[in-house]
């Protein structure tokens, strides 16, 4: 089978959606598939970039890398955190001007003239390969609109839309303005009418897309993503900010902190280093991939335990997840999502200590049918005795130390292949 995939995020960007539709495309073309990717053509100092993670695609993989157009080369967030020689609080000022164009003029997202070049070549491609299926995924909706483009042009060539986070219903959108709601919410129709098939990676955000749009439910699927298998003798020398004498408890990825809410975390360490100090003094906790909010990151950096590492290579990541002794994992307190994380940790022969946001957090039911590490509510409270707890008793349950193996990216992806191809 043919199949072209429309994907904004992919390596060299070291991200959870590029890791994603790498090992997707990996195993999809190791299944026999012959496989494209059109994607930007990133420049390397593009704040994600990891060029080690070039490597990791297979060479019978075709990737078209399409300019990224005038404006969003204007915009794009860079490596380095001060712009040419201005002073930080200019700087500053020209990221908040930044993100306000992306926020309000850049309909629907900042690929507004890659969307357009990529519909062009994928135009050539689909007719000079004969593609089967086209699978655009949701990040960014500029990969939806250029697959709507492709669909139009192409109407006998299957069109697979997959939605890694829900569109217009998105917790953020209330702040953007009412113009730019209105033309994505009527983009998005557009785009769902023309869609042949649906791939979700929860039941809530497929429920709220079949409930908004009419969709027959025949016409959806519930997808997932996976872990690579790794061995830890690849880095048995490995350090880091890991300390051989203490309980090392390992977060990876930013903290974005509109959905993830680290201050129970802080007041529970607080309250451990006053009242259980012998418990606070065995703990080491990591917290690798950096926090967006500079008052919340200074708070985190002032406690002793707490170590703050910002981004880092893919590989690093790796490495410090299967050095740890227990994984820290966060629900989202908005939406209807799963953190991509929790499939990679479900590869780590060592626990997850889930911290949910609210009874409705879809995070829940996945760690509770896995099995894999304690669950609580994200309070005070109940982090200062699941971590009390964790440090007494952390052998007690083996099968906490297991992986995962329907979630091996070979499965996953077979998994994935039967429901594009039904």
């Known amino acids: 089978m043919k199949i072209l995939f429309i994907a904004n995020h992919f390596p060299p960007i070291n991200n959870s959606a590029s890791i994603r539709i790498l090992n997707y495309v990996n195993h999809l073309q190791v299944m026999g598939n012959e496989v494209m990717v059109l994607t930007p053509d990133y420049p390397k100092d593009f704040i994600n970039y990891d060029e080690e993670l070039l490597y990791k695609i297979n060479t019978n993989i075709k990737v078209i890398r399409v300019d990224m157009g005038s404006i969003y080369k204007r915009i794009y967030p860079k490596k380095s955190r001060q712009i040419g020689n201005d002073s930080p609080a200019k700087a500053s000022k020209k990221n908040i001007l930044k993100s306000s164009i992306k926020r309000n003029l850049a309909i629907p997202d900042s690929y507004i003239e890659w969307k357009n070049n990529a519909a062009k070549?994928?135009?050539?491609?689909?007719?000079?390969?004969?593609?089967?299926?086209?699978?655009?995924?949701?990040?960014?909706?500029?990969?939806?609109?250029?697959?709507?483009?492709?669909?139009?042009?192409?109407?006998?060539?299957?069109?697979?839309?997959?939605?890694?986070?829900?569109?217009?219903?998105?917790?953020?959108?209330?702040?953007?303005?009412?113009?730019?709601?209105?033309?994505?919410?009527?983009?998005?129709?557009?785009?769902?009418?023309?869609?042949?098939?649906?791939?979700?990676?929860?039941?809530?955000?497929?429920?709220?897309?079949?409930?908004?749009?009419?969709?027959?439910?025949?016409?959806?699927?519930?997808?997932?993503?996976?872990?690579?298998?790794?061995?830890?003798?690849?880095?048995?020398?490995?350090?880091?900010?890991?300390?051989?004498?203490?309980?090392?408890?390992?977060?990876?990825?930013?903290?974005?902190?509109?959905?993830?809410?680290?201050?129970?975390?802080?007041?529970?360490?607080?309250?451990?280093?006053?009242?259980?100090?012998?418990?606070?003094?065995?703990?080491?906790?990591?917290?690798?991939?950096?926090?967006?909010?500079?008052?919340?990151?200074?708070?985190?950096?002032?406690?002793?335990?707490?170590?703050?590492?910002?981004?880092?290579?893919?590989?690093?990541?790796?490495?410090?997840?299967?050095?740890?002794?227990?994984?820290?994992?966060?629900?989202?307190?908005?939406?209807?999502?799963?953190?991509?994380?929790?499939?990679?940790?479900?590869?780590?022969?060592s626990p997850i200590l889930t911290i949910l946001a609210n009874n409705q957090d879809p995070v829940g039911k996945l760690m509770k049918d896995v099995d894999k590490g304690p669950i609580i509510y994200n309070n005070a409270q109940e982090i200062k005795e699941m971590i009390k707890e964790f440090v007494k008793n952390k052998d007690k349950k083996e099968y906490w130390y297991e992986i995962i193996p329907k979630y091996k990216w070979e499965n996953v992806a077979k998994d994935l292949f039967s429901k594009i191809s039904d």
């Open 121 to 349: 070549i994928g135009d050539k491609l689909i007719k000079k390969n004969k593609v089967d299926i086209i699978i655009s995924t949701h990040e960014t909706p500029s990969c939806h609109l250029a697959g709507l483009k492709l669909k139009k042009n192409n109407p006998e060539v299957k069109w697979i839309t997959y939605w890694s986070d829900p569109w217009t219903f998105e917790y953020y959108r209330s702040r953007e303005s009412l113009l730019k709601r209105n033309v994505e919410k009527w983009l998005e129709r557009n785009v769902v009418k023309k869609s042949d098939k649906f791939l979700f990676t929860t039941e809530e955000t497929r429920d709220l897309y079949i409930s908004s749009y009419s969709i027959p439910k025949s016409r959806t699927a519930i997808v997932y993503r996976g872990f690579e298998e790794y061995s830890r003798e690849n880095s048995k020398k490995f350090i880091g900010l890991l300390k051989k004498d203490k309980i090392n408890l390992v977060h990876t990825g930013e903290i974005y902190t509109e959905l993830r809410d680290t201050r129970p975390l802080i007041e529970a360490l607080k309250a451990l280093e006053e009242e259980e100090k012998d418990i606070f003094d065995q703990i080491n906790i990591v917290l690798v991939g950096g926090v967006d909010n500079l008052k919340i990151k200074k708070e985190l950096k002032d406690i002793k335990c707490v170590s703050l590492l910002s981004r880092v290579p893919y590989e690093e990541a790796q490495d410090y997840m299967h050095n740890s002794d227990g994984l820290l994992l966060w629900g989202n307190k908005h939406g209807c999502q799963i953190p991509g994380k929790v499939y990679e940790y479900f590869g780590v022969k």
